[in-house]
């Protein structure tokens, strides 16, 4: 079946690095772009990081921009989220999902959680 | 920064109907999709295109839009409805995503 399934999170002091993974499985990787959602504890959904189907054509928000990076190995049906520069307001947990266009984020992972503290 | 605004709490008896409002400047020319989050949960798509509803959700979860202002329905509600909702939808560039703070839903 259609599965996105999260990977890499942990604990990570401030300033430091942290690469999520989001293996894709049961559909054609290639052509859906994919989205990284966070949800800081007891907060609502944020959402982070767009990557479109070939990987070409990405954004980011604001929060984030010019340290997470998108990226996705086709031959891995795998995407990447790179973290850089890691601050505690990133703590939470990092979804990724599948985006049909106009029909919406119809698919998400389970999660995996992202905690920054010293 | 873009952002779409809904109430935090919305509060219903069994049966009763719930409305859930999202607002946002650019809510006339962009599609709202509606999530569902229950504790502990993965959220799920409860609504797509403004008002169009994917395969396994209950006829009685609808929206509608108005100008700025989207609005998720869930008539009859049950208590297994009891979650929080999220409101999602793009900037007038069509570029960045963005969600709703959510609303809480309590089933009475």
């Known amino acids: 079946q259609v599965q996105l399934v999260e990977s890499g999170g942990g604990v990570v002091q401030p300033g430091r690095s942290l690469r999520l993974s989001c293996a894709a499985s049961?559909?054609?990787?290639?052509?859906?772009?994919i989205h990284w959602v966070r949800q800081a504890p007891g907060k609502g959904l944020e959402w982070v990081a767009l990557?479109?189907?070939?990987?070409?054509?990405?954004h980011y928000a604001d929060s984030v921009k010019g340290r997470f990076t998108v990226s996705r190995d086709k031959s891995k049906n795998t995407l990447f989220l790179q973290m850089n520069s890691l601050r505690p307001e990133d703590t939470a947990v990092y979804y990724c999902?599948?985006?049909?266009?106009?029909?919406?984020?119809?698919?998400w992972g389970q999660g995996t959680t992202v905690t920054v503290s010293s | 920064s873009y952002e779409l605004t809904q109430p935090p709490s919305v509060s219903v008896s069994p049966g009763q109907r719930a409305r859930i409002t999202c607002s946002g400047n650019?809510?006339?020319?962009?599609?709202a999709y509606w999530y569902q989050q229950k504790p502990g949960q993965v959220p799920v798509l409860v609504i797509y295109?403004?008002?169009e509803r994917p395969s396994g959700i209950p006829e009685r979860f609808s929206g509608s839009s108005s100008g700025t202002t989207v609005t998720l329905t869930i008539s009859g509600v049950q208590a297994e409805d009891e979650a929080d909702y999220y409101c999602?939808?793009?900037?007038?560039?069509?570029?960045?995503?963005?969600f709703g703070g959510g609303t809480r839903l309590t089933v009475l």
């Open positions: 999902a599948r985006e049909v266009p106009v029909y919406g984020m119809d698919v």
């Open positions: 049961g559909f054609t990787f290639g052509t859906h772009a």
């Open positions: 990557i479109s189907y070939d990987g070409r054509n990405n």
């Open positions: 650019a809510l006339p020319n962009q599609y």
């Open positions: 295109k403004d008002n």
């Open positions: 999602q939808s793009v900037d007038a560039s069509g570029t960045y995503k963005v």
